[in-house]
Structure formats: C-alpha cells, structure tokens
C-alpha cells in the first residue's frame, strides 16, 4: 500500500481532488435548493409534510439505481453524480432545518410578530439564528453522506476517489482499494470535524 502510494501518488491526489471537486459543489447546490424548500416549508406546514414525504421515498432508493435512472437523462459524468446528490441531500437538510424552525418556541415569534416584524423578517432575523444548531447538523450529515455517496458515482464516470475502489475490485489490486477507502474514510472525518467545530463555536 505504501510503495502504491509512493509511485502513484499523483493519480491518489487527482482522484482527491475530483472528490473534494463534486463533494463541494453538491453541497454549494444543494444548500442553495434546500433554502427555497425550507422558506416554502415555512409557510405551510402541509407542504412541508408532503415534500419531507416524497424526499424520504426518494432517499430510500439505492445510490446506483438512483444514478443509474438520471443516465438516460443527464448521461455519464459528473452532472448525474451532482443532480443525484443533490437530490439525496434535500432530504437529510430538510429534514434538520425544518424541525430546527418548528422547535422555535411559539412566544418568540409572536412576540417578533408583535413587534410589526412581517413573516419574512421573522425567519430571517428571529427563527433562523435561534435554530443555527439543527442547521449546521442537517449540513454537517449531508456533507457526510455526499463524500460517502460521491464514492459510487464513480461508477458513472464522474471521478474521484471511488475510480480507486471500483479499478481495485476490477483487478483485485488490493492497494487501489485500501487507498480509495483509507482516502475517503479520512475525508469524510476531516469534514465532519471541520463542521464540529463550526457547530460547537456558533452554539
């Protein structure tokens, strides 16, 4: 394993890269989507209901059979790894942010609404920041699981680090395939104490 990680070491780095590269952008897009579905939660809990529904069914499907529905639509490469973990994402996110804002207690915001705050305002400036700490958990899980699910979508050729798994139990090379799992197991913990962090300072 170490004398594979001495001769390859550029093919170890740009897998690491291609990871980190989908992982990130997943999560930029899937924050930005998960933020119009938590305003729109917001304001009707019936919706809210619904859609935590159909994302909870949506993430009960398996990883490669989920990508594997998205190829005849957006093909092989990283645009189906993205859209899938993307979609993945909604639900761990929606699912935090949404009882984050309903555990708010009732007497703030209507004290908030007393004050001439409009619904807006309210979400913005009292119930968000009161529930910063289930926020930053829903982000700290799906950053967790898209560096995880970014593995098998290499079985789509998007790159990164599950190249390494998948090429290793191809060939049986068994240090492609402690590398892909050391490499990924490390990312994902080094993200996950990243965000530790960040939650434990803002609470």
């Known amino acids: 394993m170490i004398e594979y990680g001495i001769h390859y070491y550029d093919k170890l780095a740009e897998a690491l890269a291609e990871h980190i590269g ?20 917001s304001l009707s809990r019936t919706f809210s209901r619904l859609l ?5 069914v949506i993430y009960s499907i398996p990883s490669l059979a989920m990508l594997a529905l998205f190829i005849p639509i957006t093909g092989l490469g990283t645009t189906t790894a993205i859209v899938v973990l993307v979609i993945y994402n909604q639900y761990l996110m ?16 209507e004290a908030a609404v007393g004050m001439g705050m409009t619904p807006m305002q309210v979400l913005t ?9 289930s926020l930053i958990a829903g ?18 050729n998007a790159g990164g680090l599950g190249v390494l798994l998948f090429d290793g139990l191809r060939t049986m090379n068994v240090a492609k395939i402690l590398w892909g799992s050391v490499l990924s197991a490390a990312l994902a913990l080094i993200f996950d104490g990243i965000l530790l962090t960040v939650e434990k300072r803002f609470t």
């Open 22 to 41: 989908i992982v990130l952008m997943a999560m930029m897009i899937s924050l930005a989507v998960a933020a119009v579905f938590t305003v729109l939660c």
């Open 52 to 56: 935590l529904s159909a994302f909870s």
């Open 94 to 109: 929606l699912r935090n942010f949404v009882s984050g804002l309903e555990a708010v207690d009732h007497n703030v915001t």
């Open 125 to 133: 400036m009292v119930r968000l920041p009161l529930a910063r700490k």
């Open 139 to 156: 982000i700290r899980i799906s950053l967790i699981s898209t560096t995880g699910i970014a593995a098998i979508a290499a079985s789509v």
